[in-house]
């Protein structure tokens, strides 16, 4: 072995990364800090990163972001602070955005998170991982790795210049949607039950929800409102749609659209992708006004059905998964970089206890059964069946709450309180989060029959328009949490009576295209 290997010809290294996006340049970045003698070597195939989706972050990789990864005055100085989430609803009624029912904070948030250009965010990274010590082969392909668990990995890479073959007694896998190791090894799980597409191109010209012109055309925005609305995640929302509205820093705008694909229709193939999410969005009074007059940039087209998968193994002795190579689900709530977190210190632990010694094995396996499970957990409490009832104002504000509320509670509440031990706290797996997963499962499939008989009954939306709920935003405070967990509850019990109990399964409701969408097969919205 090269004891002093430094460079790429070093024969042995301690730990080959593939990717060097952010889960790749952060898993390299951590790793150099917690042990500089660590030999570590990244491989990227792409000369520079271009702009792509995960441009919101939300409190847990805020989190990972600021402390974790020490870029706060980087985020502050590049990248534009975020301001929460906001949903904008319409129905037959609404005319204009003015008429548009609206969910969001009155204030500004409390607790940090950004909207990123990624591009510029993985670069910076990569560079500080570099400056670490870290090797990096760019451009250069992984074309594939053969694991031996418990000792050398051997990876197999076409450079610009000649195929090479490396070793590295620890691989880890952060090559995203390619899911390098996964789709080898058949560990690879397409979630046929979530058909989502996605969408989605940057945009210039459109138009700044804080002008004065737009406060002046709809009063009704600036009535007992204090915030910001630009810099928030603005949420175009329709029945089993949704578009994400992110504003990033000189300008530009982020615009995309996922879909159910058993609620929603996609455009025919023939136009241009851009012009087919204005055409798809046009159909909204928030969309068609902010829209008016801007130009997607062309080149920036980006596509992709079928969003929802996951790896059935995260690690052994001598890999690890992490970031979109380990899983993803669904990009509402923005939960992708928060999974990058919990992934990449996932790995960096891995990587650290071999360093001391420890059983590897017995880590692996525990990490293993606790992914697997977050992720079906994560599923099933948040997104099975979401789209049947996100375009609903009124159930969409309680379920939104709800999920909100729990989230701060028993998520990102133990890194504020914890430190960075509260990675290990992976979501939804400890004993106390189970009846928690449970509680949400359960109001989750409640909301969505409702809406579903809603549907039914010609009432989905009816709240739609004329609403504005602006609340005054979420923080850590227990008692807060609390109260809102309360009060939600109760609105929800209050609902079941009065109209919830016609879709209970023991009045046996449910009529055929209810049982069709739980089946998975196409319908027309
Ligand atoms: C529609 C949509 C919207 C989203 N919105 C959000 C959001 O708002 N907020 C959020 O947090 N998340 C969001 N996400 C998720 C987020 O984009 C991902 O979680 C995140 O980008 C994954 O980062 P990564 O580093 O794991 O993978 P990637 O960013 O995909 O990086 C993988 C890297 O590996 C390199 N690579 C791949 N294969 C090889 C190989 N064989 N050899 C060498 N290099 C290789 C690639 O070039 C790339 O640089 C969204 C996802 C989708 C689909």
Same mark, same amino acid.
């Given at each position: 072995?090269?004891?002093?290997?430094?460079?790429?010809?070093?024969?042995?290294?301690?730990?080959?990364?593939?990717?060097?996006?952010?889960?790749?340049?952060?898993?390299? &970045?951590?790793?150099?800090?917690?042990?500089?003698?660590? @030999?570590? +070597? *990244?491989? !990227?195939?792409?000369? =520079?990163?271009? $702009?792509?989706?995960?441009?919101?972050?939300?409190?847990?990789?805020?989190?990972?972001?600021?402390?974790?990864?020490?870029?706060?005055?980087?985020?502050?100085?590049?990248?534009?602070?975020?301001?929460?989430?906001?949903?904008?609803?319409?129905?037959?009624?609404?005319?204009?955005?003015?008429?548009?029912?609206?969910?969001?904070?009155?204030? &500004?948030?409390?607790?940090?998170?950004?909207?990123?250009? @990624?591009? +510029? *965010?993985? !670069?910076?990274?990569? =560079?500080?991982? $570099?400056?670490?010590?870290?090797?990096?082969?760019?451009?250069?392909?992984?074309?594939?790795?053969?694991?031996?668990?418990?000792?050398?990995?051997?990876?197999?890479?076409?450079?610009?210049?000649?195929?090479?073959?490396?070793?590295?007694?620890?691989?880890?896998?952060?090559?995203?949607?390619?899911?390098?190791?996964?789709?080898?090894?058949?560990?690879?799980?397409?979630?046929?039950?979530?058909?989502?597409?996605?969408?989605?191109?940057?945009?210039?010209?459109?138009?700044?929800?804080?002008?004065?012109?737009?406060?002046?055309?709809?009063?009704?925005?600036?009535?007992?409102?204090?915030?910001?609305?630009?810099?928030?995640?603005?949420?175009?929302?329709?029945?089993?749609?949704?578009?994400?509205?992110?504003?990033?820093?000189?300008?530009?705008?982020?615009?995309?659209?996922?879909?159910?694909?058993?609620?929603?229709?996609?455009?025919?193939?023939?136009?241009?992708?851009?012009?087919?999410?204005?055409?798809?969005?046009?159909?909204?009074?928030?969309?068609?006004?902010?829209?008016?007059?801007?130009?997607?940039?062309?080149?920036?087209?980006?596509?992709?059905?079928?969003?929802?998968?996951?790896?059935?193994?995260?690690?052994?002795?001598?890999?690890?998964?992490?970031?979109?190579?380990?899983?993803?689900?669904?990009?509402?709530?923005?939960?992708?970089?928060?999974?990058?977190?919990?992934?990449?210190?996932?790995?960096?632990?891995?990587?650290?206890?071999?360093?001391?010694?420890?059983?590897?094995?017995?880590?692996?396996?525990?990490?293993?059964?606790?992914?697997?499970?977050?992720?079906?957990?994560?599923?099933?409490?948040?997104?099975?069946?979401?789209?049947?009832?996100?375009?609903?104002?009124?159930?969409?504000?309680?379920?939104?709450?709800?999920?909100?509320?729990?989230?701060?509670?028993?998520?990102?509440?133990?890194?504020?309180?914890?430190?960075?031990?509260?990675?290990?706290?992976?979501?939804?797996?400890?004993?106390?989060?189970?009846?928690?997963?449970?509680?949400?499962?359960?109001?989750?499939?409640?909301?969505?029959?409702?809406?579903?008989?809603?549907?039914?009954?010609?009432?989905?939306?009816?709240?739609?328009?004329?609403?504005?709920?602006?609340?005054?935003?979420?923080?850590?405070?227990?008692?807060?949490?609390?109260?809102?967990?309360?009060?939600?509850?109760?609105?929800?019990?209050?609902?079941?009576?009065?109209?919830?109990?016609?879709?209970?399964?023991?009045?046996?409701?449910?009529?055929?295209?209810?049982?069709?969408?739980?089946?998975?097969?196409?319908?027309?919205?």
């Amino acid at each position: 072995m090269n004891q002093t290997c430094r460079s790429e010809d070093c024969e042995l290294w301690d730990v080959a990364i593939v990717g060097g996006a952010l889960s790749g340049a952060s898993t390299a &970045l951590i790793l150099k800090r917690k042990d500089p003698s660590l @030999r570590i +070597v *990244l491989i !990227e195939k792409n000369t =520079s990163f271009k $702009r792509r989706v995960g441009e919101a972050t939300v409190e847990v990789s805020g989190y990972f972001l600021c402390r974790t990864l020490g870029l706060t005055r980087f985020l502050t100085q590049t990248q534009l602070c975020k301001n929460g989430l906001r949903f904008w609803f319409s129905n037959k009624e609404s005319e204009n955005l003015g008429d548009c029912s609206e969910i969001g904070g009155r204030y &500004l948030s409390t607790v940090p998170s950004f909207l990123l250009d @990624r591009s +510029v *965010l993985d !670069e910076e990274v990569l =560079s500080r991982a $570099r400056e670490m010590g870290v090797s990096i082969i760019r451009p250069a392909l992984v074309k594939s790795v053969d694991l031996y668990e418990g000792g050398e990995q051997t990876l197999h890479l076409q450079t610009e210049n000649s195929d090479k073959t490396i070793k590295a007694r620890w691989v880890i896998d952060a090559s995203g949607v390619r899911c390098l190791l996964a789709r080898k090894n058949n560990w690879y799980k397409p979630n046929p039950s979530h058909p989502t597409l996605a969408a989605w191109t940057r945009w210039k010209g459109v138009k700044d929800w804080d002008d004065a012109n737009l406060a002046e055309k709809y009063p009704s925005l600036s009535k007992n409102y204090v915030g910001i609305r630009g810099t928030a995640t603005n949420h175009i929302i329709g029945d089993g749609w949704w578009a994400w509205w992110i504003a990033l820093k000189g300008g530009d705008t982020s615009i995309g659209v996922v879909i159910d694909q058993r609620r929603a229709k996609w455009p025919p193939e023939e136009e241009p992708l851009g012009e087919k999410i204005r055409e798809f969005l046009s159909s909204h009074p928030v969309a068609r006004e902010m829209m008016d007059g801007a130009e997607y940039i062309e080149g920036d087209i980006n596509f992709r059905r079928n969003l929802p998968y996951s790896s059935s193994v995260q690690s052994g002795d001598g890999f690890a998964l992490t970031g979109d190579a380990l899983a993803f689900i669904d990009p509402f709530y923005s939960p992708g970089m928060d999974w990058i977190a919990f992934s990449t210190m996932a790995a960096v632990n891995l990587v650290m206890a071999w360093r001391k010694g420890e059983n590897i094995q017995v880590l692996s396996d525990k990490l293993n059964k606790q992914f697997a499970m977050s992720y079906q957990r994560m599923f099933e409490a948040l997104y099975l069946n979401k789209y049947d009832y996100l375009g609903d104002y009124e159930i969409m504000r309680l379920g939104f709450r709800l999920d909100i509320a729990f989230y701060y509670s028993f998520i990102a509440y133990f890194l504020f309180k914890d430190g960075e031990e509260g990675f290990k706290e992976i979501p939804f797996t400890s004993p106390q989060a189970t009846p928690i997963f449970a509680l949400m499962r359960l109001y989750n499939s409640r909301f969505a029959a409702i809406a579903r008989k809603r549907r039914e009954d010609g009432r989905f939306g009816r709240l739609n328009s004329g609403q504005r709920d602006l609340f005054p935003g979420f923080n850590f405070n227990r008692s807060f949490l609390l109260k809102i967990i309360t009060k939600s509850l109760f609105a929800w019990a209050l609902l079941e009576i009065k109209e919830g109990w016609k879709s209970w399964p023991v009045f046996n409701l449910n009529t055929a295209n209810d049982q069709a969408i739980e089946e998975g097969e196409p319908s027309q919205a």
